[in-house]
């Protein structure tokens, strides 16, 4: 879903000019369940957004509607009610501010993976989704970076990595317990010592020079 999400942004470069942030917030418990919520804020760029919903296409590209864009959403949201372990889910629509986001609570990372590999492949068909891209075990959150060298991102232009400009990932990911170390040298500890903060271009992340991968112990 977030390569699709990407990749859509990308096409509109022209109008969002790289003012956009994802948010992916995990809160982990000793016993692996937890609270999956991820925000895309694209408020930055909401008057370019509304003036480009205003027109049926621009530069060849189709211009969903707010009608289609809800139907999608909707969509996403009946996979991840249907996903077994998956339960709670709230979501967010702002076609004001155009920030949305979605929350749910998952059983374990087995439950997460796998309905988040359903709705991966729900919206990009004939790709292969990224597999357990969280695990947790022993004591051990393992984050996986599983975009570097997909043949999605090498598509992408180095001009059009250009126009992605300040667009940011922030990874935020919280625990019960203290955090002893993590692999991930971007990344930094909050002062509780039980949360850890990423955040890192967008641009960086699409050439390959940054990943959000982070092995985290506790």
């Known amino acids: 879903m977030r390569i699709k999400a990407l990749c859509f942004i990308i096409l509109l470069l022209p109008l969002l000019t790289g003012c956009f942030d994802l948010v992916e917030e995990i809160?982990?418990?000793?016993?692996?369940?937890?609270?999956?919520?991820?925000?895309?804020?694209?408020s930055q760029s909401k008057t370019k957004i509304k003036t480009m919903m205003a027109l049926d296409s621009m530069d060849g590209i189709k211009i969903p509607s707010i009608k289609e864009l809800n139907k999608e959403m909707d969509k996403?949201?009946?996979?991840?009610?249907?996903?077994?372990?998956?339960?709670?889910?709230?979501?967010?629509?702002?076609?004001?501010?155009?920030?949305?986001?979605?929350?749910?609570?998952?059983?374990?990372?087995?439950?997460?993976?796998?309905?988040?590999?359903?709705?991966?492949?729900?919206?990009?068909p004939g790709v292969s989704p990224p597999e357990n891209s969280y695990q947790f075990d022993n004591h051990t959150f393992t984050r996986k970076n599983d975009y570097n060298g997909r043949q999605e991102i090498k598509k992408i232009q180095k001009k059009?990595?250009?126009?992605?400009?300040?667009?940011?990932?922030?990874?935020?990911?919280?625990?019960?317990?203290?955090?002893?170390?993590?692999?991930?040298?971007?990344?930094?500890?909050?002062?509780?010592?039980?949360?850890?903060?990423?955040?890192?271009?967008?641009?960086?992340?699409?050439?390959?020079t940054k990943n959000i991968s982070n092995t985290i112990k506790l």
């Open 27 to 42: 809160t982990i418990h000793n016993n692996g369940s937890g609270t999956f919520v991820f925000e895309a804020n694209l």
């Open 160 to 208: 059009e990595i250009a126009l992605l400009g300040s667009a940011n990932m922030t990874c935020i990911y919280r625990f019960d317990t203290d955090i002893k170390e993590f692999s991930n040298k971007d990344a930094k500890l909050s002062k509780s010592g039980k949360a850890l903060f990423l955040k890192l271009p967008i641009p960086d992340l699409v050439n390959g």
């Open 76 to 124: 996403a949201k009946g996979i991840l009610l249907a996903s077994d372990g998956i339960s709670n889910f709230t979501e967010s629509r702002n076609f004001d501010d155009f920030i949305f986001s979605s929350h749910f609570d998952f059983r374990d990372v087995t439950c997460l993976n796998k309905a988040l590999s359903t709705l991966f492949k729900a919206f990009n």
